[in-house]
């Protein structure tokens, strides 16, 4: 995302989409989204709000298709520079609300932000791996096909889900470790920032510095356990970008891929011209079709078993 003051609202953000590696050409002549192109439309509801933790940030928010199941899940992660005074969950319900009517469950998860007490390292990020682990004690109930998850996450959200996807990865001794974390079979990143050490160029270097903490003599590497460049998520993923994006323009996820491909991982990209950052997750245009196609496919991709 931009290079803002915690003060300032998304409403003003200039937004970023994704990047594939097979370059595709999609034509648009409308002009780029503003976030009140998006946020002024009525706003969908989920079907349920489920607290995953004690504080008021530590809840995510299922959208149930209709029909019995299973259904195939998406876990959906906001952007925002990782601040919650920047952004919260509701900013992806309409993008939410549309995966839902084509039948697809949406966990759309909400965290504590770099700006709040707790979030940082390692909160921030133990409560997206707790928001997405949570799927596993809620799936019976809902009839969700916990075999079959893909990781949608926007601008600071594509980090996320690509680290998220990188778990069984980590270090044995981060406190971010976990014994059995939640498999994520495949990732759509729109307009992400999936590597540190250049997301300090849309979201700044201070926001990057907060979410993962200072260097120490126990924690020289504070990128190690945090960036999924360092992580090198073995996953399907589709990389979707904006041409016109300012916050996360395409070379930075052309550099992550190409990155992600030296260590034997080829992970699809996409450049969307005359477009923005909105546009990824806004219903009715060409971009977002661009995202749900990707996320279609990498669920049909993947095993239908249910654990």
């Known amino acids: 995302m931009g290079r803002l003051s915690g003060a300032r609202s998304i409403r003003h953000m200039l937004v970023v989409p994704l990047v594939l590696a097979a370059a595709v050409t999609v034509s648009a002549a409308t002009p780029i989204m503003t976030w009140p192109d998006l946020l002024g439309r009525p706003l969908p509801r989920p079907s349920e709000r489920i607290a995953y933790g004690p504080d008021p940030l530590q809840v995510g928010e299922l959208w149930a298709p209709a029909g019995k199941g299973p259904h195939p899940v998406v876990v959906m992660i906001h952007g925002g520079c990782w601040r919650t005074n920047i952004a919260k969950l509701a900013i992806m319900n309409y993008a939410a609300a549309d995966l839902a ?3 697809i469950a949406v966990w759309n998860i909400e965290y504590r932000g770099i700006d709040r007490p707790g979030g940082g390292y390692p ?3 133990q409560d997206v791996a707790a928001a997405a682990d949570a799927l596993v004690g809620i799936a019976r109930a809902h009839k969700l096909e916990t075999g079959r998850i893909v990781a949608v996450g926007h601008s600071a959200g594509g980090h ?10 980590l270090p044995h001794d981060s406190p971010l470790w976990s014994a059995h974390p939640l498999p994520i079979a495949g990732v759509v990143s729109l307009g992400g920032v999936p590597d540190l050490t250049t997301a300090g160029q849309g979201c700044g270097d201070e926001s990057v510095s907060r979410l993962v903490g200072r260097p120490s003599a126990k924690r020289p590497d504070v990128l190690a356990d945090t960036s999924p460049a360092e992580l090198a998520p073995r996953v399907a993923a589709v990389v979707i970008s904006g041409e016109e994006d300012g ?3 395409p070379q930075m996820a052309r550099a992550f891929v190409a990155k992600m491909a030296a260590r034997g991982m ?4 996409v450049v969307l011209p005359a477009t923005g950052h909105v546009e990824l997750i806004a219903p009715g245009t060409r971009a977002w079709d661009s995202a749900v196609g990707a996320t279609e496919r990498l669920l049909r991709e993947q095993p239908r078993e249910r654990r």
């Open 101 to 103: 009517r084509r039948g």
């Open 123 to 125: 909160g921030t990020f």
């Open 160 to 169: 996320l889900a690509f680290w998220l996807a990188a778990r069984p990865s």
């Open 247 to 249: 916050v996360a323009p």
């Open 266 to 269: 080829r992970f699809d990209e």
